[in-house]
């Protein structure tokens, strides 16, 4: 998906090592669709070249308010207008300052002091060793750029450039890119508490052993992702999956159905929409062995017996506060023929005002799905479209039930 075709983007760079950051960065704005200028102080150029970001980036870097390339020789203005937002990464402490004060004795600043402010974001990635970050100087200025309209980005914990360990690192370019995506994307979901459940379900057999599904928990991630792109705050209940976070949502990992249920159930009061997208195992084995099961040389397998899980999804939304419309409650329904039938008689059962259909086998593992809505009033169907397409969709279309 080309996220951000038709934003153009002034880049720009200062002071830090984490310039070599910069370059992935600009090659995955370019990728996503964006247009990409960079614009770069002296103190950059220590770190990196504007060769590189030129190559990268497919455009002549500008460095100098003097660029007599600018027919009107106000680069400053000119780029400024152009952007539909600027980011600073890496962003250093002296630029923090400048920035601050409205200082404008090179391009870069100049430029973030002529930008219309009503019209074009200006979003910094800091960059530094920890003790500039925890600087109480440092963190002055950070407040009063944000009072002042800037949005500072986050920085990462961990081994430093100067081998001293702690905050102050620069995003990796793929969460700058996150970063930005999010900034983007209308906040229909703002005030919103998302509660997603995700993947399959583990039910242990023995130690070593277990029954589970195929759900490879990327809808969910994708839809936790989605929420939190929409202003919302995201509690993401995850079974076993290997998959990253999406930024700014808070994961809660667990195995089991009853697992499962515990953790919803414990954040449940809070949210205000529940997605229900987990796979949960229908059975659970009686009993979990407390060792190994061994062959016993009989040639008789062991008998199991199971037990019905609880239905995560219908306690929710029996709870008084999904009663009274206080929490929305969308299901998932992964059915292998007959959806439309099959989704609204789940949509009763479950007493759900939402119910969202797809086809099982056609999804499970698969990047991309195709998703049938079916409420009280009938259906709608989102055709087929990567899980990440259909996650924004389906969040812009439960934001217009909400009201928001
Ligand atoms: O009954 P079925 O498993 O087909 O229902 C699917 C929907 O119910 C999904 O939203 C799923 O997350 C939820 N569910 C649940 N707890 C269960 C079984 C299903 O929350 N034990």
């Not at 052993?209 to 993401?236: H, P, Q, Y």
């Amino acid at each position: 998906m080309n996220e951000l075709s038709a934003k153009h983007i002034v880049l720009g760079l200062t002071g830090g090592v984490a310039c070599f950051k910069a370059a992935e960065l600009c090659r995955a704005l370019v990728k996503e669709g964006a247009t990409v200028q960079v614009v770069m102080t002296a103190a950059s150029q220590q770190f990196i070249t504007p060769v590189t970001m030129q190559a990268l980036s497919g455009r002549a870097v500008y460095d100098s308010q003097w660029d007599a390339r600018e027919s009107n020789n106000m680069a400053h203005i000119n780029l400024s207008r152009e952007a539909d937002a600027i980011l600073i990464a890496p962003c250093s402490a002296d630029f923090i300052a400048k920035l601050l004060h409205g200082r404008a004795d090179d391009l870069l600043s100049l430029m973030c002091l002529a930008r219309p402010l009503d019209k074009v974001p200006l979003l910094l990635a800091p960059a530094m060793n920890r003790e500039m970050w925890a600087h109480p100087a440092t963190q002055r200025n950070v407040a009063q750029l944000r009072a002042d309209g800037a949005t500072v980005l986050d920085v990462a914990s961990g081994e430093q450039a100067c081998g001293e360990t702690g905050d102050g690192r620069m995003l990796e370019a793929d969460e700058l890119l996150q970063e930005l995506i999010a900034f983007f994307s209308p906040k229909s979901l703002a005030g919103q508490h998302v509660l997603v459940t995700a993947g399959p379900t583990y039910e242990a057999i023995d130690p070593v052993r277990g029954v589970t599904n195929l759900s490879s928990g990327k809808m969910g991630f994708a839809i936790a992702r989605a929420a939190c792109e929409a202003g919302a705050t995201v509690d993401l209940v995850a079974g076993p999956v290997a998959l990253a976070t999406p930024r700014g949502v808070t994961r809660h990992d667990v195995r089991s159905a009853c697992d499962m249920l515990d953790a919803t159930l414990a954040l449940a009061p809070s949210a205000t929409l529940f997605i229900a997208t987990a796979a949960v195992a229908d059975w659970r084995p009686a009993a979990s062995a407390e060792h190994k099961i061994k062959k016993d040389g009989s040639g008789q397998p062991p008998e199991l017996r199971f037990v019905e899980n609880p239905d995560i999804l219908a306690t929710v939304a029996a709870l008084p506060r999904a009663q009274s419309g206080e929490l929305f409650c969308v299901g998932f329904a992964a059915e292998s023929q007959d959806l439309l039938a099959n989704a609204q008689a789940k949509r009763e059962r479950k007493k759900v005002p939402l119910l969202v259909g797809n086809i099982g086998p056609a999804t499970f593992g698969q990047d991309d799905n195709a998703l049938l809505l079916v409420d009280a009033q009938g259906a709608k169907e989102l055709a087929r479209a990567s899980k990440r397409a259909l996650a924004r969709q389906l969040i812009a279309d439960i934001a217009r039930r909400l009201g928001n």
